[in-house]
């Protein structure tokens, strides 16, 4: 055996074994999904039937499901485009601290790295009605009247989607402060000596230059928001995705049609339609910014 | 943005009466609370805390030895085949958890695999975004180094543990950390995963919890308080590596 195909073998031989992990754990199963949403499939049957794109059909009549696409929509739509404006105006004005930016890094940090779980039923305490949570408290404190939050159709969404944007905001304002020390300080100093205002270095160097993050962010962003499970899940009564399905996201739909209702074929065909959802969105942002980032 | 944790913090300290006195501070402080998260019979969050660290430490063992080694394999060695294997491990970054879990819920059953710990991790087991990472990182190895001890006739596994991996520590120590993390937050697997209430790591338990305490929200404060802990903990010990961890992913992403 030559030396080269020595080293290849080599090469094989680390890697048959995470072969084997992603061919099973990642690829096969997309495949079944992808086979099972043509089915009938249930945990409960024995028989198993091709039912051509029925389940596709089934689920996109489904109010229910077209709900939680809705309301999928509205987390995405105005969480992300949220979260980028509030830490990238964080970020500006954090660069600017000169001193204990460890301190600000725990406040901004923590949310993100604490398990969502947690913070979900802490917010949920605090969104209770009077007397018990405490924001309540806050508003008629100032002479506002008190807000239903989680237990109104039409408030639940909007809160919880606030609680997200709190959680993800540790994360983008932490891009976003990487990107802006990157930018090369003589710019910044060359435009200023040249008679630029602060306003003119922040719209004209600053903002242009984080515009590659800024889009990062918004793809990653986009994708959080559109998967968003575990925050409907702790905040909504009995994990329902309530009052009146007003919260349930399309995550959520596809767990309880899998796993409350066992209709795995319909489950399945549900979260191909996210996946197609999110791959059609991910992909014509990278678009959008390809072409902006041109000039 | 501290206010919440703070709130949990009050709410946790105070008794069941105390809770529903709408004051910042407890006026009579109690440690009732975490007494009975962690020595009551009826509490299970001693359980579920074991669970959680089994969990996150073995998957961050075997994330730690695998992504490291396909990020070698993928970064030094030259193979047919070696893009395409690479663009594979990364495309899987597209798939979106919420599609596997059904599958993967239908071959735990099939292997038996549901209610053990095995089948809350195998998912898991290697991460295709530690693959990018790590590939990165053992770009910057130098060749000289390797091929020196192929000249001394090492074998190609004991090159990759004692040559390669210390050089390398501050890439594990990011990986590593952010892998922990997300496995002690994760949440929608485990909770398909796991039926059995010993079985549940703490987020599922905490859930779990929360949604039969009822109105004992200073009990549902206390164990986010304590589910909380180890990250806190994990956080203030490493914040540089965490922070510059982020920054990196999302730079280079």
């Known amino acids: ?295 | 943005m501290l206010f919440p944790f703070f709130w949990m913090l009050m709410s946790s300290l105070k008794d069941a009466t105390q809770i529903y006195q709408m004051r910042l501070l407890p006026s009579r402080p109690t440690l009732d609370n975490y007494r009975y998260i962690f020595t009551s019979r009826n509490s299970q969050f001693p359980q579920w805390f074991l669970n959680s660290t089994i969990v996150a430490i073995c998957t961050t063992a075997s994330v730690l030895f695998f992504d490291s080694l396909i990020g070698y394999t993928l970064a030094k060695f030259r193979f047919p085949g070696k893009k395409i294997i690479f663009l594979l491990i990364i495309s899987t970054l597209m798939i979106p958890t919420e599609m596997l879990v059904i599958p993967w819920y239908a071959m735990a059953r099939a292997f038996k695999w549901v209610n053990t710990y095995w089948g809350i991790m195998f998912p898991g087991m290697i991460s295709a975004f530690g693959v990018f990472l790590m590939r990165q990182f053992m770009a910057t190895v130098p060749d000289d180094l390797i091929d020196a001890a192929r000249v001394d006739g090492q074998g190609e596994l004991r090159i990759f543990l004692t040559i390669v991996l210390p050089l390398v520590t501050p890439a594990l120590a990011t990986l590593a950390i952010f892998n922990f993390v997300g496995n002690w937050n994760a949440f929608l697997w485990p909770l398909i995963a796991v039926s059995k209430p010993h079985m549940f790591t703490l987020p599922v338990g905490l859930a779990n919890f929360s949604g039969e305490a009822g109105s004992d929200w200073q009990l549902i404060m206390t164990g986010a308080a304590v589910s909380m802990l180890p990250l806190i903990i994990v956080f203030l010990v490493f914040q540089k590596q965490i922070v510059r961890g982020i920054a990196m992913t999302g730079l280079k992403g």
């Not at chain 1, 905001?169 to 802006?180: M, P, Q």
């Open chain 1, 1 to 295: 055996m030559t030396l080269a195909a020595k080293r290849a073998a080599t090469a094989y031989a680390f890697l048959a074994v995470p072969l084997v992990f992603f061919i099973c754990v990642r690829f096969a199963p997309m495949l079944y999904m992808m086979a099972m949403s043509l089915t009938d499939w249930g945990l409960l049957r024995k028989t198993l039937h091709f039912v051509g794109l029925a389940n596709y059909a089934a689920v996109l009549a489904d109010p229910v499901f077209l709900q939680a696409l809705a309301n999928t929509a509205k987390y995405a739509v105005f969480g992300a485009p949220a979260v980028i404006v509030v830490s990238l105006c964080v970020a500006l004005l954090l660069d600017r601290v000169p001193r204990g930016k460890g301190l600000f890094r725990l406040v901004y940090v923590l949310p993100y790295i604490t398990p969502v779980v947690a913070v979900s039923w802490v917010w949920r305490w605090m969104f209770q009605s009077p007397p018990l949570g405490v924001i309540n408290a806050m508003l008629v404190a100032v002479g506002l009247p008190a807000a239903a939050f989680l237990n109104s159709p039409t408030q639940a969404l909007p809160s919880i989607l606030a609680v997200n944007v709190w959680v993800e905001l540790g994360y983008c304002t932490t891009i976003f402060l990487a990107g802006i020390q990157t930018i090369p300080a003589d710019i910044v100093e060359a435009a200023r000596i040249d008679g630029a205002s602060g306003r003119q270095v922040l719209g004209k160097i600053i903002l242009p230059l984080l515009l590659p993050v800024t889009l990062f962010l918004t793809v990653i962003e986009g994708i959080q928001f559109l998967r968003i499970f575990t925050q409907v899940y702790n905040m909504s009564m009995q994990a329902m995705g309530g009052p009146l399905n007003s919260t349930k996201s399309a995550a959520l739909y596809i767990y309880q049609k899998a796993f409350t209702n066992f209709e795995m074929g319909l489950a399945a065909s549900a979260s191909l339609v996210l996946f197609a959802i999110i791959l059609v969105v991910t992909i014509a942002q990278m678009r959008l910014f390809d072409r902006k980032l041109d000039y």
